[in-house]
């Protein structure tokens, strides 16, 4: 298993950044036993579903949404198994609650899919 933690979000004006960052943190079992392939920023809305925002792959192969492309950077540190997102030129209809996730594989098996829980960003005047 692993345990996720965001931070970062808050209030912001339109046309302002935020840089919101994942930390991970594994029991040794499961750093023994399980890599964490792709990584990455779902958001939701109030009343909405939760929408992809942005993945990376353990290459960083990156993969965003078409409402955040240009605007938008996820990065990742491999070695410490954090994933960050650069937001800017944000926009009133970014507003949510962003979620960071991860997938846990040795090899191709799937260790699970795991959540963090979330951090509000709000764009306003």
């Known amino acids: 298993q692993v345990q996720l933690v965001e931070s970062g979000g808050g209030l912001v004006q339109p046309g302002g950044s935020l840089r919101l960052s994942c930390t991970t943190s594994?029991?040794?079992?499961?750093?023994?036993?399980?890599?964490?392939?792709?990584m990455g920023w779902y958001r939701q809305a109030p009343g909405e579903q939760r929408e992809l925002v942005a993945t990376?792959?353990?290459?960083?192969?990156?993969n965003y949404a078409d409402s955040v492309k240009g605007r938008f950077t996820i990065s990742r540190d491999n070695a410490k198994n954090t994933v960050n997102l650069q937001m800017n030129s944000l926009k009133p209809e970014d507003t949510a609650v962003y979620y960071c996730?991860?997938?846990?594989?040795?090899?191709?098996?799937?260790?699970?899919?795991?959540w963090g829980q979330g951090t509000q960003v709000t764009v306003s005047s």
């Open positions: 990376i792959t353990s290459a960083s192969s990156t």
């Open positions: 594994r029991s040794t079992t499961s750093r023994n036993i399980f890599s964490i392939g792709r």
């Open positions: 996730y991860a997938d846990l594989v040795s090899g191709v098996i799937s260790g699970g899919h795991y």
